[in-house]
């Protein structure tokens, strides 16, 4: 027996409700939820779940009393593909951000419009991936459906018609290894020099700013596992050799920004104590998050905005002769440094939050021989 009929002996619900499009989408949605639930997913992923087909349902309402499930073609979808990029249109428009005329522009010469149309660029880029992300969830959920309803009705073959989303390539460029011990030099003595490229600044922020991008460079994190990190999870530990030498180091717990789980990276002590301990003394509890902004005399347990430590990152690469941007750049840097020292590619994974090798390998090995060769000889 196939899997596919060992499926439909299983099959428990109704295709339709009989009350409707809208009622069938609904009763379909929560099953598909309870079901994804019933797998462990984390409540992020649920809720993003969850959003992902709100608009589908809120679309439906205009087809309510002409047809009910049975009757979903593939027309129907690219209807709504195509009405759900002029809903996330029509928001930025009247936010004055972007006109009607100006993203249907973009959209036809992406490559007469890039550089000067930078914003307008990252506009369309986003409706693109929101795209892709609705059409993803929305091809789960109508697979969950033909495998479960009781009349056998199959909408995989929908699939070849739906609309293919083009998603902004991911960029590849990272900070080399000397670089990236340049920069790390460099933010070790900021709290010395900080005055001299930001006279108004003050000693806290300079610690703070220079502690978040020496994690970044040290431990590879993403950057808001950094900026969200509580002081009470940087915790010193220490390790007695063979030889009985004890090198001391600190476990931090980064809760990952892709589920609702924490994972353990270390890092050699004498790296960054001074500016441990100097957050120590000044933020009023281990509970404060690293990034804490300083208002009206008092810190407000609030984690900086992302933008400003993307600004700060990109300043110090510049100050260093770096022209690069960014910080993502710089866990691309720890990664393949780590891997060029003979690091185990499951280490590295693990210290990324990846849960799979082969997401390590296709993002850092894959395209670089010298280390594939590497890890082809170990």
């Not at 984390?42 to 049975?70: N, V």
């Not at 220079?210 to 994690?215: F, M, S, Y």
């Not at 104590?273 to 008092?298: C, I, K, W």
Request: proline share 2%; net charge positive; hydrophobic share 35%.
């Amino acid at each position: 027996m196939s899997p596919q009929h060992f499926q439909d002996d299983l099959a428990e619900w109704d295709l339709c409700t009989g009350k409707g499009l809208v009622s069938d989408l609904d009763a379909w949605r929560d099953r598909y939820i309870t079901e994804k639930v019933a797998q462990g997913v984390s409540d992020k992923t649920r809720k993003s779940y969850g959003e992902a087909l709100t608009p589908l349902i809120e679309f439906s309402h205009q087809y309510d009393s002409i047809m009910d499930l049975d009757g979903l073609s593939a027309k129907f979808v690219n209807n709504y593909l195509m009405w759900y990029q002029e809903h996330l249109a029509s928001k930025d428009l009247e936010a004055k951000k972007i006109s009607k005329e100006e993203y249907h522009q973009v959209l036809s010469n992406r490559k007469a419009n890039r550089g000067k149309n930078d914003a307008k660029l990252s506009i369309v880029y986003r409706y693109e991936k929101s795209l892709s992300h609705r059409l993803t969830v929305l091809k789960q959920l109508l697979l969950f459906i033909s495998e479960n309803n009781k009349e056998n009705k199959d909408f995989t073959s929908l699939f070849k018609y739906f609309t293919k989303i083009k998603v902004q390539k991911r960029k590849t460029e990272f900070v080399t290894e000397s670089e990236l011990e340049e920069l790390i030099d460099f933010m070790k003595h900021w709290p010395e020099v900080f005055k001299e490229h930001f006279p108004k600044s003050s000693e806290r922020y300079a610690y703070r700013n220079a502690l978040i991008v020496l994690l970044y460079c040290l431990s590879g994190a993403r950057a808001d596992e950094v900026i969200s990190l509580k002081m009470e999870y940087i915790k010193e530990s220490e390790y007695k050799d063979d030889h009985g030498t004890t090198h001391l180091f600190y476990t931090i717990a980064y809760h990952t920004t892709k589920g609702d789980k924490y994972r353990e990276v270390v890092v050699r002590r004498e790296e960054i104590e001074p500016f441990v301990h100097y957050m120590r003394a000044v933020l009023p509890d281990p509970s404060y998050v690293l990034s804490s902004t300083y208002t009206n005399g008092t810190y407000t347990n609030k984690k900086m905005p992302d933008v400003d430590m993307w600004k700060f990152t990109t300043y110090a690469l510049k100050a260093i002769g770096v022209n690069k941007s960014g910080r993502h750049i710089i866990r691309r840097g720890y990664a393949t440094k780590e891997l060029a020292d003979g690091k185990d590619l499951a280490i590295v994974a693990m210290e990324l939050g990846h849960t799979s090798t082969n997401t390590t390998f296709s993002a850092y090995v894959k395209n670089n021989p010298e280390l594939m060769m590497r890890q082809k000889i170990k």
